[in-house]
């Protein structure tokens, strides 16, 4: 198109005006050529905007850089500038120096950061996205950024020298991290050691307990499994919060454990409380962890997946209760529904009511006579809820209440206990339906192959001594000997519901 200019209009279309088009005259359409860069909003999503766009100004959108080649879908290859978001800081004119020759001004050695000098600091490097490993050294902030050059540089741990890094400090300061981390091994009271790269803090362990740390090939695939449906950010190995989580989703406050069988067996994590007080950590942060054992994602993956997409929001087929009907359920039907939609599988119950959606079965809920633990007795107005759940990747909206409402109306109950799993939440639901918290129980263990975990009551030292093995042994001595391992879990809360 000879004699026209190559533009862009603001929907970023490719347009070709003459110099005489009003659109060009009044800047509705601009060149091309570089005007404008690769930017990133908060939740890492990429546009391409013009390089004097306003929300590059206001911090919404933020410029990136690579060292290749975009090839950019709208405009072809190109390559992403490199942009300082900020140079210069308020600096108080009291401490200010000028130079008599070039009149530019440097901190008095007179300056000493207040802590409201320190806290804008944390709050600026927090705003700052730094686009090279050049920005975070002492001749960047010297140069542009004198005054926190100072406080950066100052920045020690509160109980422990260790020599630090300028980019580490910055990492330390910025995240308020004033004090290392104990190392996590059972019973040992050093201070975990610091990451080999600069400005990625500190191992879960010290030096004489490091332990591996890496992402294996199932954790990998959970966390692309979340990617491929959640477009927020999503962070691995997430280390900023005290404590390490393998996925967190900061926006929703969700995180996520893969807990191998080895690497979380009692050889590795002698600490039976180790998992329990993890949970109970994060959740004094507000952070609700769901846990994922190895074996559930070999072998319930489906039912796993299920429970993820509830976790972000992600089921799309929502079905109301008032459009169900309720009927009593088969032992056999409740087996296949339990086995194929709940995490820990059937359970011997003799009261089993489900929701049924165009003679589907969509919901279910399993009662028992309250089980006599300890030799507690029991009346036959006590019952324990033993299990609910819908369909994998199906929401049931009001399903709980509609059938726990309908074993009131029918069975008159004077009191009903049940057990949630903390491996996937402290158990919200009880709450809709009124029960009240009584305690955290104890947290349970498994024998583990390695393939699968199997529930400690088939291994009871009785039962072991039946089958032939040494009765002076221990239970934990005749299951190592067989060469098991026992893992320990999240625990379980107790619930109670009376009229």
């Known amino acids: 198109m000879r004699g026209l200019i190559k533009c862009i209009d603001k929907d970023y279309n490719i347009v070709y005006v003459s110099k005489t088009d009003k659109r060009y005259i009044n800047g509705e359409v601009v060149k091309s050529t570089k005007m404008y860069i690769t930017a990133k909003d908060s939740s890492g999503n990429i546009h391409v905007v013009f390089n004097n766009d306003n929300r590059l100004k206001t911090g919404e959108l933020f410029p990136v850089t690579t060292k290749y080649i975009i090839d950019c879908k709208i405009h072809g290859k190109q390559q992403i500038n490199y942009h300082y978001r900020l140079k210069r800081v308020k600096i108080p004119e009291e401490y200010k120096i000028y130079c008599p020759l070039c009149n530019e001004y440097y901190l008095s050695d007179k300056y000493v950061p207040t802590e409201e000098d320190i806290e804008n600091c944390i709050i600026a490097l927090n705003k700052i996205h730094f686009v090279s490993s050049n920005q975070q050294t ?217 929701l049924f959606y165009k003679d589907e079965l969509i919901c279910l809920m399993a009662f028992g006579k309250k089980r006599m633990i300890l030799n507690s007795k029991s009346n036959d107005t006590e019952y324990e809820l033993l299990r609910f759940c819908s369909k994998i990747n199906t929401v049931v909206r009001g399903g709980a209440t509609k059938l726990f409402n309908y074993f009131i109306k029918n069975f008159n109950p004077s009191e009903i206990i049940s057990y949630s799993n903390l491996d996937i939440g402290e158990g919200d639901l009880y709450k809709i339906l009124k029960f009240k918290k009584v305690n955290y129980c104890k947290p349970n263990y498994w024998w583990s192959d390695l393939d699968k975990r199997y529930h400690r009551s088939g291994f009871m030292k009785h039962i072991l001594v039946k089958e032939g093995y040494d009765s002076n042994k221990t239970e934990a001595e005749i299951m190592n000997e067989r060469g098991y391992l026992r893992i320990w879990g999240v625990g379980n809360v107790k619930w109670r519901w009376v009229p």
């Open 138 to 354: 002492e001749k960047y902030f010297k140069k542009y950024m004198p005054q926190f050059f100072k406080i950066i540089k100052n920045f020690k741990f509160k109980q422990l020298d260790i020599p630090l890094s300028f980019s580490e400090k910055i990492y330390f300061l910025k995240n308020k991290i004033f004090e290392p981390p104990i190392c996590e091994f059972n019973g040992c009271t050093s201070y975990a050691s610091l990451q080999k790269r600069p400005g990625y803090g500190f191992n879960r362990y010290c030096k004489d307990h490091t332990n591996c740390n890496y992402s294996s090939k199932k954790e990998n695939e959970i966390y692309d499994f979340i990617k491929e449906h959640y477009n927020g950010i999503i962070y691995k190995n997430y280390r900023k919060l005290g404590k390490e989580l393998d996925i967190y989703i900061p926006k929703l406050k969700l995180g996520i454990e893969f807990n191998g069988l080895y690497w979380h067996s009692e050889k590795n994590i002698p600490d039976k409380y180790h998992h329990y007080k993890k949970f109970k950590f994060f959740k004094e942060k507000n952070i609700n962890v769901i846990t994922i054992w190895e074996d559930q994602w070999k072998y319930k993956k489906d039912i796993v997946k299920s429970i993820i997409l509830y976790a972000i929001n992600k089921i799309n087929k929502k079905i109301d209760a008032r459009k169900c009907i309720i009927k009593n359920v088969k032992n056999s039907d409740k087996k296949y529904f339990l086995d194929n939609n709940h995490i820990q599988g059937n359970c011997n119950s003799s009261i089993n009511i489900g």
